[in-house]
Structures are given as structure tokens and as C-alpha cells.
């Protein structure tokens, strides 16, 4: 009877051994290892904008298994304007994005956007570190581009160095910008402004992408007919350490239908990051 029992238990054993092996090969995302990823969109933007192709980057995502997050950002349409958050700020706000993703079980976190949102992207993954990709469609928002060319907004930027200095940050401040030719003013804070439009700060792509850890992969993908195109790979990509998942793409698109016309590339890179 005893060796009965034994052998009855035996084959229990085994046989919940072979269910529980069976789920955790069914379900590897799961079980092992699942990527979260938040996307940002660009500047003046909206996070469920279509044009974009965020949306459906999203979607896509999410069908392979992956969480994602496209969330609404100070630099919106309507935010930007009057956006009062510095870089530090935004980084926090994805910090806790990050945080979202985690709680729901992602085990890596990739960050990436289109426009601003790429740039936000990049500096994030140079600040925080913790990140297993970057993805940076059509990148956008020249601090040093706009210096160069704007006499009126190097002299708000000295302006809002002196407030900043003299513990005034929250000083209110209006000052110009750009985006992508067109010219927009500002109705911001010295910190703020101060924060967005240093050409060496963390807004700054230029100052950035040299910074970028080499143990942390990157995807840039810049449209043919973005203003962008000549620059994006010397000046930015070829910047960054070099991780031999990194990738530099171009597609036929301008600067606002990147992401769109780069969904599948963007998709397939992510999913294909090395464990």
C-alpha cells in the first residue's frame, strides 16, 4: 500500500511539475521578462493624435504583449505655451510612468517619443540610466539652433540665467521659441525658460547624445523630407556610443509623419531588444 501511495504521488508530482513548465513557456512575456514603454508625443502635440502614429505604435505594442503608456505631456498643444515644468520636472512625471508600467509587471523600461518627446527621450535614458531602449522618431527642438538665430531669445535667456541666479526662478518670463519654423512666444518662468532653451542643458540634443550610456541602445528614425534629416545622424546619432543594437533609419516621411511611416521598424526593434 505504501508503495502505492509513493508512486501515485510521484506521478502527481509530475505532473504538476510538466502544467506549471507548460505555463511559463506559454507565457514567457509574462513570466519572464515584459517590456513597458512609454511614448511621448512632440511639441504643441497630443498624446491621441493619429497623425502621429503613436496611437497605433501603441496598439501594436500592446498585441505583441507589451505595455505601453502614451501619455499627455506639459509640451501639448495649448501647454507648451505656457508650460511652467522644467526638464527635472518632466523627468519625474516619468518617473512615475515608469513606476505605472512596473506595477503592472514590465521588467524593462523603453522610452521614446517623436518630436520634443524624442529629445525628452534621450536626455531621460542620459539621466536616469535605468532604461533598456531609446527610441527617437524624427527628433526635434534646437535650444542652440534657436540661440543662434533669435537675438531676442538670447536676451531672455540671459535674462532668466539672472533670475534663476538670484533666486527668482518662479519669476514670471516671456520669451520666444520655435517649432519647426514657426515662431511662438512664450508665457513662461525664468526657470522654465531657462531649463528648455540652455544650449548645453538636458533639453539640448546637441549637449546629450554624447552622454548616452553605451549599455543602453538606440533607434533614431528621421524622415527624408524632415528639415532635420541632414543633421540627425552626424550631429546626434553618430554622437551617441555606439551599442551594437543601435540603429539609425530613414524613411520617406516628413518630420510630423515619422513615427507613423516607421511603426513596423519601431515595433520590431523594441521587441527584438536583447535580454
Same mark, same amino acid.
Given at each position: *500500500?505504501?508503495e502505492?501511495?509513493?508512486? #501515485? @504521488?510521484k506521478i502527481?508530482?509530475r505532473?504538476? /511539475?510538466?502544467?506549471?513548465?507548460?505555463l511559463f513557456?506559454a507565457? !514567457?512575456g509574462? /513570466?519572464?521578462?515584459?517590456?513597458g514603454?512609454?511614448? @511621448?508625443h512632440?511639441?504643441?502635440?497630443s498624446?491621441?493624435d493619429?497623425?502621429? $502614429?503613436?496611437?497605433?505604435i501603441a +496598439?501594436?505594442l500592446?498585441?505583441?504583449?507589451?505595455?505601453t503608456?502614451?501619455?499627455? *505631456?506639459?509640451?501639448?498643444?495649448?501647454?507648451?505655451?505656457?508650460?511652467? %515644468?522644467?526638464?527635472?520636472q518632466?523627468?519625474d512625471?516619468?518617473d512615475?510612468y515608469a513606476?505605472?508600467?512596473?506595477?503592472?509587471?514590465? %521588467?524593462?523600461?523603453?522610452?521614446?517619443?517623436h518630436s520634443?518627446?524624442?529629445n525628452i527621450a534621450?536626455?531621460?535614458a542620459?539621466?536616469?540610466?535605468?532604461?533598456?531602449g531609446v527610441v @527617437?522618431?524624427g527628433? $526635434?527642438h534646437?535650444p542652440?539652433?534657436?540661440m543662434q538665430?533669435?537675438?531676442?531669445? #538670447?536676451?531672455?535667456l540671459?535674462r532668466a540665467r539672472e533670475?534663476v541666479?538670484?533666486?527668482?526662478?518662479d519669476?514670471?518670463?516671456? $520669451?520666444?521659441d +520655435?517649432?519647426? $519654423?514657426?515662431?511662438?512666444?512664450l508665457?513662461?518662468?525664468?526657470? /522654465? &525658460?531657462?531649463s528648455w532653451m540652455?544650449?548645453? =542643458?538636458k533639453?539640448?540634443?546637441?549637449?546629450?547624445? !554624447?552622454?548616452?550610456p553605451? =549599455?543602453i541602445?538606440?533607434?533614431m528614425?528621421? =524622415?527624408?523630407k524632415?528639415p532635420?534629416?541632414?543633421?540627425?545622424?552626424?550631429?546626434?546619432?553618430?554622437?551617441?556610443?555606439?551599442?551594437p &543594437?543601435?540603429?539609425f533609419?530613414?524613411?520617406?516621411?516628413d518630420?510630423?509623419?515619422t513615427?507613423?511611416?516607421?511603426?513596423k521598424?519601431?515595433?520590431?526593434w523594441i521587441n =527584438?531588444?536583447?535580454r
Open positions: *500500500m505504501g502505492v501511495h509513493c508512486t #501515485r @504521488m502527481l508530482a505532473a504538476l /511539475a510538466a502544467l506549471l513548465l507548460g513557456l507565457v !514567457p509574462q /513570466a519572464q521578462d515584459r517590456i514603454v512609454i511614448l @511621448m512632440g511639441k504643441q502635440g498624446a491621441r493619429a497623425r502621429s $502614429g503613436l496611437p497605433s +496598439s501594436a500592446q498585441d505583441t504583449g507589451d505595455l503608456i502614451v501619455p499627455l *505631456m506639459p509640451w501639448s498643444s495649448g501647454g507648451w505655451e505656457s508650460i511652467k %515644468t522644467t526638464v527635472d518632466a523627468f512625471l516619468i512615475g513606476a505605472q508600467l512596473r506595477s503592472q509587471g514590465a %521588467t524593462r523600461i523603453v522610452v521614446g517619443g520634443l518627446g524624442a534621450l536626455s531621460y542620459v539621466e536616469r540610466g535605468n532604461v533598456a @527617437m522618431a527628433p $526635434g534646437s542652440g539652433g534657436l538665430s533669435s537675438d531676442a531669445a #538670447r536676451r531672455t540671459e533670475l541666479k538670484a533666486g527668482q526662478g519669476a514670471s518670463l516671456s $520669451g520666444p +520655435s517649432n519647426q $519654423g514657426n515662431t511662438i512666444t508665457s513662461t518662468t525664468a526657470a /522654465a &525658460y531657462a540652455n544650449p548645453r =542643458g533639453a539640448s540634443m546637441d549637449a546629450q547624445a !554624447p552622454r548616452l553605451v =549599455g541602445p538606440l533607434l528614425v528621421v =524622415g527624408e524632415d532635420s534629416f541632414r543633421r540627425a545622424q552626424p550631429v546626434w546619432y553618430d554622437a551617441a556610443p555606439r551599442n &543594437y543601435s540603429r533609419v530613414t524613411v520617406g516621411a518630420h510630423f509623419t513615427p507613423f511611416a516607421a511603426s521598424q519601431i515595433v520590431d =527584438g531588444l536583447p
